[in-house]
């Protein structure tokens, strides 16, 4: 069979496997159900599907077809029996909880990064059929396969914008049956995924060129692995001149620190390569290479101590979950690289080939094991925040329910419940009242809301500076100072915090009762702030009668010029020009007065 031959066939099997693959997507689509335990089938079957035929297309090679199809649905039957228990895990849409979907993402990722993972390994199994790895093939497998991956995305995503051209031609034309008919189910599912077989085929032929591409990422990763030495030694040596204060304060230290290991992790063995090539640098920047490994197992411990104090402050999340076991991930490869440094083999950093290898089936067994419930990190997070609430480490005012209820899904919903049936517990009446107010709300964010408002404190008398002749406030004037600006509560904290807002007394009108002003802060100079002006409702209820804003073009008016007017008695009500405009409740008056 002549090479064009050879080629011809190996597109036609792995679009025609792309074909039947995009089928049987359809049949799945076909059977969609809103039953939790269908779509779990559902999903598993869709996984399978996938990872047997991108197995199938990524390792084919004319040879040994039954072990390939073999392999590749053992892989395909883990995979989807994970996948079988994540989707189980989610509740019908009536669920009086949320979380559960947090799986999802996770497991996308994960599935993912063992698919791609495990690869090269069933590739170099298919053709040898021994379990015997050589890191060369492992390598060139490894960076390939991406590269093939993204030929393939290319074809597929310039096949369908073509189509999509066809479509809008036609339809300019007044013909519509081709959009309908490019935009139907069947024939998107299966003609996606026969290009993305074929995709695969074209990148897999054109060897050469993705040799080249290889090349050309190791030739880039090479030349600028300098400055990433550079920014991780001037970083380390800037810390004990700043202190660690400034790199918690962002929040984001953990994932700050992680991004530089796996940073690190990626450009060390783009320029390792297989370990065949020469030393690719110098003396003196080889050696600040070596350094940067050196120092991976400080950053790890930095990075494992800044999600400690997360997790002693605010308890296990998934979230944080992840990040711990991406640092113990990271901080096995530090230790790796570390120690290739100190060994100073023959072959520079060789160490790092068996390093790598070990650590694939780590990444492998932690990422399926994350979505078991052996290491289900909602299963971990709802058992860490029940237990800081029972062991006294969070009081029951501070404890976060909607974290157990809309983050944690079931398992979270499940200790939320327990809690009710606590009988010993010294703070059972506030549990008790948060665990009503909880399963009043929809959405964590207004349970955080309901919470903000009810941990702020109330405007009190002692907040203010009161200007009146007694020194004190009449009988339920700050009860209505607290109703009326509720809604700015942007001022009224200012003046709890700062207590520096002015209630002052003056007669405003014709009638002996004196009119009470209470003057705001300013939120960004003394010359934009707000008057609210109060009376009594036939003398009896306070009400606001009016507000006026000072600041603008206008009103150049210092607070503390108003003030004094109003302690000197020098203000009185004006007579605008022109009507006021009375909405509902409100009133808005023109800034002209009369002379």
């Known amino acids: 069979m002549s090479v064009v031959e050879n080629i011809l066939r190996e597109r036609l099997i792995l679009a025609g496997i792309g074909l039947f693959q995009g089928c049987l997507y359809w049949i799945l689509y076909e059977w969609r159900s809103d039953s939790p335990h269908v779509q779990a089938m559902l999903a598993s079957v869709f996984v399978l599907i996938t990872v047997w035929a991108i197995t199938i297309q990524f390792a084919w090679s004319g040879d040994n077809e039954l072990r390939l199809v073999g392999v590749g649905l053992v892989k395909a039957t883990v ?14 849409k009536t669920a009086l909880y949320d979380g559960d979907r947090y799986r999802l993402f996770s497991w996308s990722v994960g599935s993912v990064l063992v698919l791609y993972v495990l690869l090269p390994y069933v590739q170099i199994y298919q053709r040898s059929g021994r379990a015997q790895f050589p890191y060369p093939e492992l390598y060139r497998h490894s960076w390939n396969n991406f590269f093939i991956g993204v030929v393939g995305s290319f074809v597929t995503g310039l ?16 013909v519509t049956v081709i959009q309908e008919m490019v935009h ?11 290009m993305m077989g074929l995709g695969i085929a074209i990148g897999k032929e054109n060897d050469r060129i993705i040799d080249t591409l290889r090349t050309i990422a190791a030739t880039v990763f090479r030349a600028l692995l300098p400055l990433l030495v550079v920014i991780v030694l ?121 390093v790598n290898v070990v650590m694939s089936f780590v990444v492998i067994g932690l990422a399926l094991l994350t979505h078991t419930p ?6 971990w997070s ?7 609430l029972l062991s006294g480490k969070v009081s029951a005012v501070d404890f976060d329910y909607g974290t157990l209820r809309f983050e944690l899904g079931h398992l979270g919903y499940a200790r ?51 200007l ?64 609210y002006l109060y009376d009594r409702d036939g003398g009896h209820a306070w009400r606001r009668i009016g507000t006026v804003h000072f600041g603008g073009e206008k009103t150049h008016l210092e607070r503390s010029r108003l003030i004094e007017a109003i302690r000197q008695g020098r203000i009185q009500i004006a007579q605008p020009v022109y009507k006021c405009l009375r909405v509902e409740h409100d009133m808005f008056c023109s800034d002209y007065v009369a002379e």
């Open 468 to 531: 009146t002749p007694s020194g004190q406030l009449p009988d339920g004037l700050i009860v209505q100072l607290r109703l009326a600006n509720r809604a700015n509560d942007a001022e009224v904290q200012e003046c709890i915090e700062k207590k520096q807002c002015v209630v002052a007394s003056s007669n405003l009108d014709a009638d002996p009762e004196e009119e009470y002003i209470f003057v705001t802060l300013g939120m960004t100079s003394t010359r934009f702030f707000t008057a």
């Open 79 to 92: 995979l989807g029996l994970v996948t079988y228990w994540v989707w189980s895990q989610i509740p019908a």
């Open 184 to 194: 139907w189910p069947l024939f998107v599912m299966a003609t996606l995924s026969t």
């Open 382 to 388: 709802a058992d860490n925040q029940a237990q800081r």
């Open 374 to 379: 052996m290491l289900d990190p909602l299963r």
């Open 234 to 354: 001037a970083f380390l040596l800037t810390l004990p001149f700043t202190g660690l204060q400034p790199l918690w304060d962002t929040k984001w230290a953990s994932a700050i620190l992680l991004s530089v290991l796996l940073t690190t992790i990626l450009f060390i063995n783009a320029v390792f390569q297989d370990g065949a090539v020469a030393i690719p640098y110098g003396l003196w920047l080889r050696q600040a290479v070596q350094l940067v490994l050196l120092t991976m197992p400080v950053i790890t411990v930095l990075t494992v101590y800044s999600i400690g104090l997360r997790i002693a402050q605010h308890g296990i999340t998934p979230d944080r979950f992840y990040v711990v076991l991406s640092a113990v991930v990271t901080g096995l490869y530090g230790l790796g690289y570390a120690l290739a440094v100190v060994r100073n083999d023959e072959v520079w950093l060789g160490l790092l080939r068996p």
């Open 159 to 174: 096949y369908w914008i073509l189509v999509e051209l066809c479509a809008a031609l036609f339809r300019a034309l007044g």
């Open 416 to 466: 939320l419940q327990a809690l009710a049936s606590l009988e010993t517990h010294p703070e059972k009446a506030i549990i008790t009242q948060r665990l009503q107010a909880i399963h009043q709300v929809k959405h964590h964010y207004e349970w955080k809301q309901l919470m903000a408002k009810a941990e702020k404190p109330e405007l009190t008398v002692g907040d203010l500076r009161v």
